[in-house]
């Protein structure tokens, strides 16, 4: 079974302090995905990856940056936290080709910015 | 732009009732849909996904949907709900094209079945 996961289930952090989110995938899957998700808004894309080194924005990227310095890694961050980052946070993982894009998720880490 | 509507936000039924949860997507290519639940305090995982042939789908714990390509939609259903089905249900879309493929979201569906 793929298995995606996320370094913290709950996390509380101060408005001004750098975030760091982490996600590790264990199926060799090239593509990874940062989603934030709000009641009444489903899931939207922040940045995904197709590779290492390699990033794309999603569809609000504002506010976060990504790293993905290993296959099996990738990290959200907040450069400075805001209240409006308060949401619950899914990584994803899939495969680039072979597959029919469907998408493995992570426990997501409810973020709270105070 | 691709997008994805579910219009059912709150759907409140009674044990052994039917469901049918409705998704329209806009995409004039070739589509492969999903929906995923994420049950109370868990993961979302994937229900059941159509990718070509049948355009009836059928997955897990009895569901099933239907794609109809003139319709544009991948209506979920279920003869007979449980209690064990309250979940939040969120259809998608893949959308083919650039580095890779990205999932289109609908808002999601929250179920809750009474005992």
């Known amino acids: 079974d793929v298995k995606v996961t996320q370094s913290s289930r709950y996390l509380v952090k101060r408005t001004g302090e750098k975030v760091f989110l982490e996600c590790v995938q264990d199926?060799?899957?090239?593509?990874m995905f940062w989603y934030r998700q709000d009641p009444g808004l489903g899931l939207r894309l922040i940045y995904f990856?197709?590779?290492?080194?390699?990033?794309e924005k999603g569809d609000i990227p504002e506010g976060y940056s990504v790293s993905r310095e290993k296959k099996e890694r990738f990290s959200l961050i907040l450069e400075s936290a805001s209240t409006n980052q308060t949401s619950m946070y899914l990584c994803?993982?899939?495969?680039?080709?072979?597959?029919?894009?469907?998408?493995?998720f992570g426990p997501g880490t409810r973020l709270t910015v105070t | 732009a691709q997008s994805v509507s579910q219009h059912n936000h709150h759907v409140i039924l009674s044990e052994a009732a039917s469901l049918e949860l409705g998704c329209n997507y806009s995409?004039?290519?070739?589509?492969?849909l999903f929906w995923y639940v994420q049950y109370p305090g868990q993961h979302l995982q994937l229900l059941l996904k159509?990718?070509?042939?049948?355009?009836l789908v059928k997955g897990i714990k009895g569901f099933e949907a239907e794609f109809i390509k003139s319709k544009f939609s991948f209506n979920l259903r279920k003869p007979s709900v449980q209690w064990s089905d309250t979940a939040e249900y969120f259809c998608?879309?893949?959308?083919?094209?650039?580095?890779?493929?990205?999932?289109?979201f609908g808002t999601g569906t929250l179920l809750a079945v009474q005992p």
């Open positions: 994803a993982s899939s495969l680039l080709a072979g597959g029919t894009g469907e998408q493995y």
């Open positions: 199926m060799d899957h090239e593509n």
């Open positions: 990856s197709y590779d290492v080194k390699m990033k």
């Open positions: 995409y004039g290519g070739t589509v492969n």
């Open positions: 159509y990718f070509s042939g049948d355009p």
């Open positions: 998608a879309v893949i959308v083919y094209g650039g580095a890779t493929n990205k999932l289109i």
